[in-house]
Nanobody, 123 residues
Framework: VQLQASGGGLAQDGGSLRLSCVDS????????LGWFRQGPGKEREFVAA????????YYADSIKGRFTVSRDNAKNTVYLQMNNLKPDDTAVYYC?????????????????WGQGTLVTVSS
């Protein structure tokens, strides 16, 4: 798995962005996929994850109801739709792949990481 994230940028408070993460290495459909973020001066935190077949999703409480994770295995791509963005959502967002069927959002569950994409939300 070789992941490449994109879609970051500048959004206004209450705005939306959609992040994408494409796998160029193959075997994408067998991995659970997750999104993490690291804000300025903060530790990396779990955002969302989706099971290999898309049947189950998991979200951090801080973004539940605003963000949606989805995947298209035919396109080797996982998405993070972010709505009602807030300045506290400003961070570098990372996608990651896990060989485990069930993940709980711990970084050690994920074996492959993409480079980050910066999301900045202005007030």
């Amino acid at each position: 798995v070789q992941l490449q994230a994109s879609g970051g940028g500048l959004a206004q408070d209450g705005g939306s962005l959609r992040l994408s993460c494409v796998d160029s290495g193959g075997t994408f459909s067998t991995y659970s996929l997750g999104w993490f973020r690291q804000g300025p001066g903060k530790e990396r935190e779990f955002v969302a994850a989706i099971k290999w077949n898309g049947e189950s999703t998991y979200y951090a409480d801080s973004i539940k109801g605003r963000f949606t994770v989805s995947r298209d295995n035919a396109k080797n791509t996982v998405y993070l739709q972010m709505n009602n963005l807030k300045p506290d959502d400003t961070a570098v967002y990372y996608c990651a792949a896990s060989p485990f069927t069930v993940v709980r959002g711990r970084p050690e569950e994920f074996s492959s990481w993409g480079q980050g994409t910066l999301v900045t939300v202005s007030s």
